[in-house]
């Protein structure tokens, strides 16, 4: 395997840099849940702005540059999915997004603040996305293979994000060179289930991280399921990107409906993700403000009868108890049977000073209390 990998795993999209250390770039996929209704498509894309995500994702192709329209067997679509009985001329057909609504969409994603950008399915759409100069293509998983796609989509220099379902690690390997043959090195991986919807028991989450450090490449997920709990553990595995396909409501049903979060789940698993990434934070042994404050309520040795100077510290009249004002539990074998260097009062954090003799040069060196 070629062991190429980037100086640095991160990408840009615009200003926005992805990449470990940075903010988890969340995009929603409309794919086919605008039925046809470039209101529906409109309503979803203030729905993703409502549920806090950072792009819009579409697709570009027509039936024709899919497929055939020929109802032989190979173009039959069968084996349980939710497409069964169709010929793909005819899904592609009421599942592809009207090429003429792209720069409208466009414009009204960009007004609101989010990333617009699509996954091209052939060489005359990625002409046509040049046109109107998106800023990140995706590569399908199904087209992870199309190496001529993958060559024509890295000449453009715009970053790219390749789904990886179904590929094996030699194919994802193939198609990582063939974009940095081109001189692009702006690149990002997906997980991907190809199944819809997928189950969480097929994930194998594991596999990001993975990608990421085979690759040297930001690494995410591209999710299929219904589970919020999958893209939040992605994050928590150190996915940099979550792609989910969001519908208004899975009511109306659509090609892709049927594995799509409607915009209140969208936004739950949004808000999940953010709590995630910022729980995550980063290696740290310092104690937070809050911390700071909860140290006192450490425990340490105090003294628990009355005691005259002179007297012997013993089991009976020294106890490790909370609150943390007085000496470490850890010097309790150091005090005892030495003596009190004047009266102590029961309830009393004990200190060096009431401790007879010189203090051990140990505890002098990290002060008199820890």
């Not at 759409?125 to 796609?149: G, H, R, T």
């Not at 299929?224 to 990107?241: I, K």
Request: overall charge negative.
């Amino acid at each position: 395997m070629n062991n190429e990998k980037q100086k640095t795993p991160e990408i840009q999209i615009k200003q926005r840099k992805i990449g470990p250390g940075h903010s988890v770039y969340v995009i929603a996929e409309m794919s086919a849940n605008h039925n046809q209704s470039f209101d529906e498509a409109v309503k979803i894309i203030h729905a993703a702005k409502e549920a806090g995500v950072d792009a819009v994702k579409i697709q570009t192709y027509t039936a024709d540059t899919m497929t055939l329209p020929l109802k032989k067997k190979f173009f039959q679509i069968g084996g349980g999915t939710l497409w069964d009985g169709e010929t793909l001329h005819a899904l592609y057909e009421r599942a592809h997004t009207p090429w003429e609504w792209h720069p409208k969409l466009k414009t009204i994603a960009e007004e609101l603040g989010l990333d617009f950008f699509s996954t091209p399915f052939d060489d005359t759409a990625v002409d046509f996305l040049e046109e109107q100069d998106v800023p990140v293509y995706k590569v399908a998983s199904f087209e992870i293979v199309d190496l001529p796609l993958i060559q024509k989509i890295a000449r453009t220099g715009k970053p790219m994000i390749i789904s990886t379902g179904m590929a094996s690690l030699a194919e994802i390997e193939e198609a990582v060179h063939t974009a940095r043959k081109e001189g692009n090195t702006q690149i990002a991986l997906l997980k991907c289930t190809s199944a819809y919807p997928a189950r969480p028991q097929d994930m194998n989450l594991r596999t990001i991280p993975h990608l990421a450090a085979t690759f040297g490449v930001p690494a995410g997920l591209s999710d299929h399921s219904l589970a919020m709990e999958v893209p939040v553990t992605a994050v928590g595995l150190g996915a940099c990107l979550v792609e989910k396909h969001l519908t208004f409501s899975r009511k109306v049903p659509s090609a892709d409906s049927g594995f799509s979060l409607e915009p209140q789940e969208f936004k739950n698993m949004v808000t999940a993700i953010r709590v995630a990434e910022e729980a995550l934070g980063t290696v740290s042994y310092s104690l937070s403000e809050l911390e700071q404050k909860s140290r006192v309520f450490r425990r340490s040795i105090f003294v628990v009868k009355n005691m005259k100077a002179g007297e012997s510290f013993t089991e009976q009249n020294l106890r490790i108890i909370r609150p943390g004002q007085g000496l470490a539990p850890k010097y309790l074998t150091d005090v005892l049977r030495r003596q009190a260097s004047c009266d102590i009062e029961a309830g009393t954090p004990l200190e060096w000073n009431h401790i007879s003799g010189k203090p051990l040069a140990a505890a002098m060196k990290e002060g008199l209390r820890d």
